[in-house]
């Protein structure tokens, strides 16, 4: 028995896992610098809590046959339609914090359903596009995995969450391109899509989501809805090459930049480690994806492709997003840094995926 577990251990993809686990280690190292200002560090050590069951997840589900998944015709819709639930009880036993309901207060503990739906979803969209290959330009599957999508973009966007709802639709366009949509059909959508933003525009988004596009293309408030991106492009400025040093950077120790935890760690760390540490993480993303895609060309199946190269574009559109925010080239819409950013919910679920990656990979 012994044998079978070292003989398993050893088809794992080690490289993959020790960038995930650098890239962990970074927003640790970030994490417990940004924690010394108020002298609290009981995110710091949630964090490295939630990092122990990431790890034990992984590893356990890198022993998990992945094949449940693509062959279990109930297994997969249970699990969306409980993430469902979940999305919807946040309207009714979530407290709201900063003015969106995201999360479930269990005692210290904050639970976030929507990291976890994300996988889910690239399971379920994995599971209907490689059973509806050949049948892809059919614009009824279009429409139906576009319904799986809507019902939990929909509820997350009214919390109101702009940015997550806008990883789900970049999600599930990325694998419809993949899976082989018509050229004609993805224009179509994106005209829909531009109808949609101008009718949202006008009726559905909160002034401050206005304001913050706004200010995006027309900054006129650097103290106020300017002023998060703004300070992000100091504390990214004065890092210059090497960094102001460990525990040295003045944006995040003296508080002026703000959500270094979260939304705006890719600038602290910049800050503090500069561009070298921005730089050697931007690498360590860039190895772990290459790792995951080759997983995906050398799957034997359509599922297992489609789940890897669909997990690659949910990584691609949160770091693209999180990273453009830090730089001032995106409008600030709430994205973490997905395996660096404070946050148990999004680190066990990309940890979840990186194990039914590593299942394919030693099945």
């Avoid at 080690?14 to 002298?39: E, H, M, N, Q, T």
């Amino acid at each position: 028995m012994l044998n079978v577990y070292v003989f398993h251990l050893k088809k794992l993809d080690w490289v993959l896992i020790i960038c995930a686990f650098l890239l962990v280690g970074f927003g640790l190292l970030s994490l417990y610098s940004s924690s010394l200002r108020r002298g609290d560090f009981l995110n710091f050590k949630k964090q490295l809590i939630f990092f122990a069951i990431s790890i034990f997840l992984l590893f356990f589900l890198s022993f998990f046959d992945w094949r449940i998944l693509k062959e279990d015709p109930y297994l997969v819709l249970i699990l969306y339609f409980f993430s469902l639930l979940g999305l919807v009880g946040l309207y009714f036993f979530s407290f709201k914090i900063r003015g969106v309901r995201t999360w479930y207060k269990l005692g210290p503990i904050s639970v976030d359903p929507i990291e976890f739906m994300k996988i889910i979803l690239i399971v379920l969209l994995a599971k209907y596009f490689s059973k509806r290959h050949v049948e892809i330009y059919q614009l009824t599957h279009i429409f139906i995995s576009g319904l799986y999508v809507f019902l939990p973009a929909f509820l997350i966007f009214f919390q109101p969450n702009l940015g997550s709802a806008l990883i789900l639709i970049l999600l599930w366009l990325g694998i419809l391109i993949v899976s082989g949509i018509k050229l004609r059909h993805f224009f179509l959508l994106c005209l829909f899509g531009l109808l949609f933003f101008i009718f949202a525009w006008f009726f559905l988004l909160k002034d401050y989501q206005k304001a913050r596009v706004i200010s995006f293309f027309i900054p006129y408030d650097p103290l106020g809805v300017n002023w998060n991106q703004n300070q992000a492009k100091i504390a990214i400025g004065s890092g210059g090459i090497f960094g102001r040093g460990f525990k040295k950077g003045s944006q995040t120790q003296y508080g002026f930049l703000p959500e270094p935890q979260t939304d705006f760690i890719f600038a602290a760390i910049a800050e503090e480690f500069g561009l070298a540490g921005g730089g050697f993480l931007l690498f360590l993303f860039g190895v772990l994806l290459w790792r995951i895609m080759k997983i995906a060309l050398s799957a034997q199946n359509n599922f297992s492709r489609l789940f890897a190269t669909g997990f690659a574009i949910y990584l691609i559109s949160q770091i693209f997003i999180n990273i453009g925010m830090n730089l001032g080239l995106l409008p600030i819409v709430g994205i973490s840094l997905p395996l660096v950013s404070y946050g148990g919910s999004s680190l066990i679920a990309t940890f979840i995926g990186l194990g039914i990656l590593e299942s394919i990979k030693t099945h």
